[in-house]
């Protein structure tokens, strides 16, 4: 086998171990999110209020859970975050929750060329040989093409990440930045075949 030149971690993160939260498991992590996006009325006037939470897989990555989550304000906002917490275990529950929100008006209505709803957020730091470092990125989102199955997370050209779709639904946590390379996110179908490509970077010609 011949060495890898630019070796780079992959698949880091536990594929999602959960159903989408619903009962009183969604109303404490809705809690928690809408309480990191309450200063967000500080640093933006007229975000209205939250809609329905919609709630992404759940993803587990250096002993901490993170479960994304989104919604559309009554004046058009997105806000968007995740939750994250210490798993449980046979005799304790889930603790040390930490949330993190933030907004943005570029949603998927007001973009119709997208191909994927993508947000994501920085979660830690992996290092690599020769003090180079990739940002270990939460990226979550839902296809906008029908058909799909998987979505993978790609740096230049390697997979290093992927989830399946759950309720046309997915998250990633995968190393971005590393050596210069960006993240890509691909939509294949049960047959392997790519409908769908975004990267998390607007074209420089954009």
């Given at each position: 086998?011949?060495v890898?030149?630019?070796?780079?971690?992959?698949f880091?993160?536990?594929?999602?171990?959960?159903?989408l939260?619903d009962?009183?498991?969604?109303?404490?992590?809705?809690?928690?999110?809408?309480?990191?996006?309450?200063?967000?009325?500080?640093?933006?006037?007229?975000?209205?209020?939250?809609?329905?939470?919609?709630?992404?897989?759940?993803?587990?990555?250096?002993?901490?859970?993170?479960?994304?989550?989104?919604?559309?304000?009554?004046?058009?906002y997105?806000?968007?975050?995740?939750?994250?917490?210490?798993?449980?275990?046979?005799?304790?529950?889930?603790?040390?929750?930490?949330?993190?929100?933030?907004?943005?008006?570029?949603?998927?209505a007001?973009?119709p060329?997208?191909?994927?709803?993508?947000?994501e957020?920085?979660?830690?730091?992996?290092?690599g040989?020769?003090?180079?470092?990739?940002?270990?990125?939460?990226?979550?989102?839902?296809?906008?093409?029908?058909?799909?199955?998987?979505?993978?997370?790609?740096?230049?050209?390697?997979?290093?990440?992927?989830?399946?779709?759950v309720?046309?639904?997915?998250?990633l946590?995968?190393?971005?930045?590393?050596?210069?390379?960006t993240?890509?996110?691909?939509?294949?179908?049960?047959?392997?075949?790519?409908?769908?490509?975004?990267?998390?970077?607007?074209?420089?010609d954009?």
């Amino acid at each position: 086998m011949p060495v890898d030149p630019n070796p780079v971690c992959r698949f880091v993160a536990e594929p999602p171990q959960e159903p989408l939260p619903d009962g009183r498991w969604a109303a404490t992590l809705t809690r928690h999110f809408l309480g990191a996006c309450d200063p967000l009325d500080e640093e933006e006037d007229g975000l209205g209020e939250p809609g329905e939470i919609v709630f992404h897989p759940d993803r587990t990555w250096h002993g901490r859970t993170y479960v994304p989550a989104t919604t559309i304000t009554s004046t058009g906002y997105e806000l968007f975050g995740y939750v994250s917490y210490r798993p449980g275990g046979e005799d304790r529950e889930p603790g040390e929750f930490a949330a993190v929100a933030d907004f943005t008006t570029e949603t998927a209505a007001e973009n119709p060329g997208w191909e994927l709803d993508l947000c994501e957020e920085v979660v830690g730091v992996w290092r690599g040989e020769h003090e180079r470092s990739a940002d270990m990125t939460l990226v979550w989102g839902r296809p906008l093409v029908g058909g799909g199955q998987i979505v993978t997370a790609e740096l230049s050209g390697l997979t290093v990440d992927q989830c399946t779709l759950v309720e046309e639904r997915f998250t990633l946590l995968a190393p971005d930045g590393y050596d210069g390379a960006t993240l890509a996110c691909k939509l294949f179908d049960a047959g392997g075949e790519e409908l769908a490509q975004e990267s998390l970077y607007e074209d420089d010609d954009e």
